[in-house]
């Protein structure tokens, strides 16, 4: 019952997505509403942790499973693919760069001003 409970207050956060992309006229997934929502509600507290955690898990443990129907969907495509494979191939990899790269720069950024916060030598 506990995991219902918890799968029920993630769909009830992702449908909250739903409604928000349904109601702002902005080009934002729902998906990304509802990932916003449960960060907000997670870092307010208003949702503790402990109240989605263990179902969290699960549903990360089972996400490769979650690129099947869109590996079907590819290979059921394929014709229409194989005529632009190659700027798909070129896209994919300088796009991966470009996300490492800006992620990476992120992560300096955050840890050089965590650094100044917390002083020398702490």
């Known amino acids: ?3 219902l409970k918890q799968f029920g207050i993630i769909l009830l956060i992702a449908f909250a997505g739903e409604v928000l992309h349904a109601l702002l006229p902005l080009p934002i997934p ?10 907000l509600c997670l870092c307010t507290k208003l ?8 179902t969290s898990v699960f549903l990360i443990e089972i996400m490769p499973i979650m690129f099947i129907p869109a590996a079907v969907g590819l290979m059921d495509s394929w014709e229409v693919v194989r005529r632009a494979l190659i700027p798909y191939v070129v896209i994919t990899v300088v796009t ?8 990476g720069r ?13 002083g020398p030598g702490a």
Do not use: C, D
């Not at 991966?96 to 992620?103: D, E, G, L, S, Y």
């Open 106 to 118: 992120v992560v300096q950024r955050i840890t050089k001003l965590r650094e100044r916060k917390e």
């Open 47 to 54: 949702l503790p942790v402990s109240a989605i955690k263990e």
């Open 30 to 39: 729902a998906g990304i509403y509802g990932i916003i929502l449960l960060f």
């Open 96 to 103: 991966t760069f470009i996300v490492m790269a800006v992620a």
């Open 1 to 3: 019952m506990k995991y």
